[in-house]
């Protein structure tokens, strides 16, 4: 982990909606030991080709959309949820695009130096408000991976507060978008090959006072 954050007990939520955190994230943290127990069986051949898929996002950007992007991420520092085991990929990738720092948050395993070995919903209830420049999740916010309802609610509802007043939660899966938008986000822009709107890599900004609890 390239940057050591500050862990405090926010203070926006109630103690009933840290406990419901806690017991969220716990439960994410027993999924994961039995998830990882099958996969630590396998070549890793899946999760490569997964990673790969939402890797190409960025990699096969044209020219004009590459630049679009440098200018979201360009002096921005990045915390990428659900980073798995390739973040190295993610972090050459988004520091060539201009971002100053890349924390990569993951259960997954800490065996490279800039992955946090932590929980996602853990790592986001620790943050202070308005502290982060830029979210991205690479495919950890899609049901497939996170099937439970009131879990990614309460990660969008802490992407949400963490992020700065001009800050960016960026995603890389389509079926998001309903669960961003409740969460008081705003679709500013979609930057894919095809120009199509909800594909490819999607910039979300804050709406004022929007979070929904």
């Known amino acids: 982990m390239d940057k050591a954050y500050e862990i405090k007990i926010n203070p ?10 806690k017991r969220l994230s716990d439960g994410m943290k027993d999924t ?7 996969m630590n069986k ?3 051949s899946a999760h490569n080709l997964l990673t790969v898929s939402f890797i190409s996002f960025y990699k ?3 020219n004009e959309n590459k630049e679009i992007l440098k200018s979201f991420l360009t002096g921005k520092e990045i915390v990428d949820i659900g980073c798995g085991h390739n973040n190295h990929e993610y972090k050459k990738i988004f520091l060539d695009f201009g971002a100053k720092n890349y924390t990569g948050i993951d259960l997954w395993n800490s065996r490279n130096n ?11 209830s620790s943050q202070s408000d308005s502290s982060l420049d830029i979210i991205t999740s690479n495919g950890f916010m899609c049901s497939e991976m996170v099937a439970d309802g009131q879990y990614s609610q ?5 992407i949400y507060r963490t992020l700065k007043p001009d800050g960016i939660f960026m995603a890389t899966h389509f079926d998001l978008n309903d669960l961003a938008v409740n969460s008081g986000f705003q679709l500013e ?16 900004k804050k709406i004022p006072n929007q979070s929904q609890r």
Do not use: A, P
């Open 12 to 21: 926006t939520d109630t103690l009933d909606q840290r406990l419901l955190d």
């Open 32 to 38: 994961w030991e039995y998830r990882v127990e099958d």
């Open 42 to 44: 396998w070549d890793y």
């Open 60 to 62: 096969d950007l044209h």
């Open 114 to 124: 800039n992955t946090e070995n932590n929980e996602v919903l853990g790592f986001l």
């Open 154 to 158: 309460r990660v969008l509802h802490h």
């Open 189 to 204: 822009t979609s930057i894919n090959k095809r120009n199509e709107t909800l594909s490819g890599i999607l910039i979300y």
